[in-house]
């Protein structure tokens, strides 16, 4: 195995800069999309003026905290066994969904955030965030944020619910804040992911691999969205970087930075657990490295040793991947005392990253005492959300949402260089390997069943596709420059293309063409006409009204009608005043949701050859192509009509 590499040259640190600007301008472009914002009055109000602040919050913002409810609870659920309910039969029905589009934004998770900082009261000494998954490296670093433009005057924080609800642009605002934040933490990633890859395959692979992490579609997704797991993944590559260094070196420090690491990972996002597996291993690598069955020095690496890099004599037997691991003798009769002490340095790690989890999250342990309600509400709304079945489904539906994260040129490459470094013995491979590995695992228990969005758990294992993907290219450099410098511009290439898909439908989201907006025009247009006839429209939806799942229509005029999966409409419904809307990740599926009897697709939002189609123009069915279905910016959404006795779907039309 090569040895550490060489300075960095200044050809190279201005490609690393390079690459640093074009995340920055990637994750900058588009950050306002889907913010809660009084543009949309028009369209929400139907011209009227907005409902007061104090009136949607008299008629239904009384339960937008509860001690004894986690933030991310629902306050009065529907229920996935309910049968077909109107949501809008009462002033305090519609003023609920009002609220949620003053302050809600167009991905479901976002606001969870700010219902949680708005159930502190630090003035009480209260900092108690009711909720959990995200951790207090994630929440509490906002809330200073927050507070810091509050006093620059760059921000209005104040407990008012009833203001913000009068001006939702300055709630809009906070989104921000938490949006720069996790965007931040991708930055960072940028910088650690070159450092690994340098580490593996030399300056040039770090450089194609931070490149390529910059463009991956999750990574492009989870820096617009203020939630914690691009935070929560780079934190774990942190991890990786120092269980190399610590494997390599035995630096106490270095050690004791992993364990920092993967303990402020899951203080960020307790999906990141997984990387706990590094300390053992770690501890492992380091206590075997003189003790392990030597490997011939002739046995070829994935990724051979850089230009100008030393490399192990021929006939020098080594214990490790490296050669330059400084190995401590390990007389055979030490060995069983070895194998002790790794357990143990291993028990202290795991100790000392917990207690890094429970400084983040102080109270996960004062709640145990104070407040198991809370505990309870917030850990079992997760863990409602989340079972182990159909492990088969599970792959397959992993295996998709790789290729969509990562691209699939990516996931293919990547996946065969880590096996076979794996195979080839490559020890210094296995902190980023092995992690990767039980996160897919983890992942493919879980992902039966899961929509599109569920790929942002996977922000780590592909950026660790893309490291073991931009180490296997360039490692051919040597024998075949050109083959290796085509590979990675095709690779690139690759990237680019979804990449780019991804951001333009985030600047579209922060435009007034994007696909809510012209739903909500075409809703309101058909509202009208209907009224002109004496009648009231109907809109079926799939779930409650909110920003992420219906366009901003005029809820005082529309009647809203919940119908669950495998329903049809109620007789009292007039079938000729229906118009059904849903966001959606698989357009075929969406009408089978109510039945193929019921419902047939007439339309999607946005079309295939741009944003969206001209205002009041629906486009035909299956005229639609998802660009980026990890993300809920500019979702598409179908438009269906109900199916009356003698309809040809074929020839069906909306009503002009």
């Known amino acids: 195995m090569n040895a550490a590499p060489a300075p960095i040259s200044a050809a190279i640190r201005a490609a690393l800069a390079a690459t640093s600007a074009i995340y920055v301008i990637m994750a900058v472009s588009g950050l306002t999309w889907g913010l809660p914002t009084a543009r949309w009055d028009p369209l929400l109000f139907g011209g009227d003026p907005p409902w007061t602040g104090a009136r949607l919050y008299e008629l239904a913002g009384a339960g937008w905290t509860s001690a004894q409810r986690g933030a991310d609870v629902d306050a009065d659920p529907l229920g996935s066994g309910a049968g077909a309910a109107r949501l809008t039969d009462s002033p305090e029905a519609v003023a609920a969904i009002y609220l949620r589009y003053r302050l809600y934004t167009h991905q479901p998770d976002e606001m969870i955030v700010m219902r949680a900082l708005g159930s502190m009261r630090p003035g009480e000494g209260d900092f108690d965030p009711k ?19 509050d006093v620059a005057g760059l921000l209005d924080v104040r407990s008012d619910v ?148 030393s490399a192990p004599a021929a006939s020098e037997p080594r214990a490790s991947a490296r050669a330059d691991f400084p190995a401590p003798p390990q007389p055979a009769a030490s060995i069983p005392a070895a194998r002790l002490g790794w357990v143990a340095q291993s ?40 079972e182990v079945s159909r492990v088969g489904e599970g792959l397959m539906r992993v295996a998709e949402l790789t290729a969509e994260g990562s691209s699939l040129p990516v996931a293919v490459v990547g996946a065969l260089a880590l096996a076979a470094a794996v195979v080839r013995r490559r020890r210094d491979v296995l902190p980023l390997a092995v992690p990767a590995l039980t996160i897919v695992v983890q992942f493919v228990l879980l992902g039966a069943g899961k929509p599109a969005e569920y790929g942002r758990f996977g922000v780590f294992v592909d950026a660790a596709l893309m490291i073991g993907a ?60 209907l009224a002109a006839e004496g009648r009231r429209l109907t809109l079926v939806v799939v779930a409650e009204p909110a920003p992420y799942a219906c366009p901003p229509v005029d809820f005082s005029r529309i009647d809203v009608l919940r119908l669950p999966p495998g329903q049809v409409l109620p007789s009292s419904v007039d079938p000729a005043a229906v118009m059904g809307v849903a966001a959606t990740d698989d357009p075929q599926a969406v009408v089978m949701r109510w039945g193929g009897d019921g419902f047939y697709r007439v339309a999607a939002v946005p079309g295939r050859t741009g944003p969206g189609p001209q205002a009041g123009a629906l486009r035909r069915a299956g005229d639609v192509r998802l660009l980026s279905p990890i993300s809920w910016a500019n979702k598409p959404f179908e438009i269906m009509l109900p199916r009356r006795m003698g309809d040809n779907p074929d020839e069906a039309r909306p009503t002009d």
């Open 131 to 149: 909720l959990y998954q995200y951790g207090g490296a994630f929440l509490y670093p906002i809330g200073a944020l927050l507070k810091a433009g």
């Open 162 to 309: 009833p203001f913000y609800l009068d001006h939702p642009d300055e709630f809009g605002r906070f989104y921000l804040v938490s949006r720069g934040y996790a965007a931040a933490w991708g930055l960072i990633g940028v910088g650690i992911v070159f450092a690994i890859a340098s580490r593996l395959g030399g300056h040039a692979a770090g450089v194609l691999a931070s490149l390529g992490f910059a463009l991956l579609p999750v990574v492009i997704c989870m820096s617009h969205e203020g939630k914690p797991h691009l935070p929560g993944a780079v934190l774990m590559l942190a991890a990786v970087w120092f269980a190399m260094r610590w494997a390599e070196t035995g630096a106490r420090r270095d050690w004791w930075l992993l364990c920092v690491a993967c303990g402020a990972a899951l203080g960020m996002v307790l999906s990141s657990l997984p990387i706990f597996v590094l300390i053992p291993l770690a501890a492992w690598m380091r206590r075997t490295a003189g003790v392990a069955p030597s490997v011939s020095a002739r046995a070829e690496s994935a990724v051979p040793p850089e230009p100008g890099a």
């Open 347 to 386: 028990c202290a790690g795991v100790v000392g990253a917990a207690l890094i989890y429970l400084l983040l999250n102080p109270y996960v342990v004062i709640n145990v005492v104070t407040n198991r309600a809370v505990l309870k509400s917030n850990f079992g709304n997760s863990l409602a959300m989340y």
């Open 470 to 529: 931009a180490c296997l290219i360039l490692s051919l450099r040597r024998r075949t420059p050109v083959f290796a410098v085509g590979a990675a511009a095709v690779l690139i290439f690759a990237l680019s293309r979804p990449a780019l898909q991804y951001h333009a439908n985030f600047r579209a989201d922060a435009t007034d063409r994007n696909s809510r907006v012209q739903l909500a025009a075409d809703v309101n247009a058909q509202a009208r006409r």
